[in-house]
């Protein structure tokens, strides 16, 4: 099993749907992080859950609603979203050993095409 | 405002060259940058990393330099191979209330052709 999982790979929605993106990781880490990567921008952080509890809430719009049920699973709950929300949605984990050298292990991504 | 940046969005190299990737800081609180590596249609893969107390790390053809007088970091492959065209992301880490906090540049575009 790869260490990060991302799923679906590609979501096409409509304004007034619901959808949600799962994220799962084998790692046994206990940090997880929802970035998103816009066409010829940095990635930009969304949310950051540290040992199950929201540490992080980057600014994010309220149609954006990340949930962590347990230490190895992250969702992103989507609804009403605009076409300018397109993007590649991508989840990440670390350890939270102090002594750790900053990396973040990504997955493959979600694709996401608001229509 | 962006805390690191990469001035370059793409970069053409010969086989067999040197390849140079540049970057650029504005915060001297990091505890480590690091590169990575995306294909298209994959998530981004670690390269490589340096920590802000060193100057150079050197792994197999990739090495990266930082300067932080000059807030600067450079990844530099040699010889580079075709296998290496990808977009490359300079990123800042902080650990902080049990998370690293990763910031992100633009990236650049490295096409290594033969």
């Known amino acids: 099993e790869t260490g990060v999982t991302q799923t679906p790979r590609h979501l096409v929605m409509g304004m007034t749907n619901k959808k949600s993106l799962k994220c799962e990781q084998h790692?046994?880490?206990?940090?997880m992080y929802w970035y998103k990567q816009s066409a010829k921008k940095p990635l930009e952080l969304m949310f950051v859950?540290?040992?199950?509890?929201?540490?992080e809430n980057n600014s994010v719009p309220s149609r954006f609603s990340p949930e962590c049920p347990n230490s190895s699973h992250l969702f992103l709950h989507l609804h009403t979203l605009q076409p300018e929300d397109s993007a590649l949605y991508l989840c990440?984990?670390?350890?939270?050993?102090?002594?750790?050298?900053?990396?973040?292990?990504f997955g493959e991504g979600s694709r996401l095409t608001v229509l | 405002d962006q805390q690191v940046k990469q001035n370059s969005p793409s970069l053409s190299v010969q086989e067999g060259r040197i390849s140079i990737l540049n970057c650029d800081y504005t915060?001297?609180?990091?505890?480590?940058f690091l590169w990575y590596k995306k294909y298209p249609a994959e998530g981004p893969t670690f390269l490589i990393s340096?920590?802000?107390?060193?100057d150079k790390n050197e792994d197999g053809r990739f090495t990266v330099f930082l300067n932080k007088s000059a807030k600067h970091l450079s990844l530099h492959i040699v010889p580079s191979q075709p296998g290496d065209s990808a977009v490359y992301f300079c990123?800042?880490?902080?650990?902080?209330?049990?998370?690293?906090?990763?910031?992100f540049g633009a990236g650049t575009r490295l096409a290594v052709h033969p």
């Open positions: 990440a984990s670390s350890p939270l050993d102090i002594a750790n050298t900053g990396e973040l292990f």
């Open positions: 790692l046994g880490h206990n940090a």
């Open positions: 859950y540290s040992l199950e509890e929201r540490v």
């Open positions: 915060n001297s609180m990091f505890d480590y």
């Open positions: 340096i920590s802000s107390i060193k």
């Open positions: 990123a800042a880490s902080s650990f902080s209330g049990g998370y690293n906090k990763l910031i």
